[in-house]
Nanobody, 124 residues
Framework: VQLQASGGGLVQAGGSLRVSCAVS????????MGWFRQAPGREREFVGG???????YYADSVKGRFIISRDNAINTVYLQMNSLKPEDTAVYYC???????????????????WGRGTLVTVSS
């Protein structure tokens, strides 16, 4: 299983950005996915997740601003980020669990496969 995140960049506060995660080696529709981020000097933190059947869940810090979706036809998961704040600046990672039909976790330890990450910088 390989995950490839892309789409990061520099955006002004209040702006929007969408990052993508292309998944290869498995059928996306049978698996949950997670998005995490890590800012300099801080621990990796949960951003949001997509359950295998399609529902989503989010950290309180991004709820109402970020939206996770997927396109099963091209095995890609998206993280749409709106109303961005400088504190959203981080490297964003997509992650996937090892087993199918298991989802809903926000713990990095429950995700076996990780993409390399893409940097999102929000300027004030």
């Amino acid at each position: 299983v390989q995950l490839q995140a892309s789409g990061g960049g520099l955006v002004q506060a209040g702006g929007s950005l969408r990052v993508s995660c292309a998944v290869s080696g498995r059928t996306l529709s049978s698996y949950g996915m997670g998005w995490f981020r890590q800012a300099p000097g801080r621990e990796r933190e949960f951003v949001g997740g997509l359950k295998w059947h399609g529902s989503t869940y989010y950290a309180d810090s991004v709820k109402g601003r970020f939206i996770i979706s997927r396109d099963n036809a091209i095995n890609t998961v998206y993280l749409q980020m709106n109303s961005l704040k400088p504190e959203d600046t981080a490297v964003y990672y997509c992650a996937a669990p090892k087993q199918p039909y298991v989802s809903g976790s926000s713990r990095p330890a429950d995700f076996s496969f990780w993409g390399r990450g893409t940097l999102v910088t929000v300027s004030s």
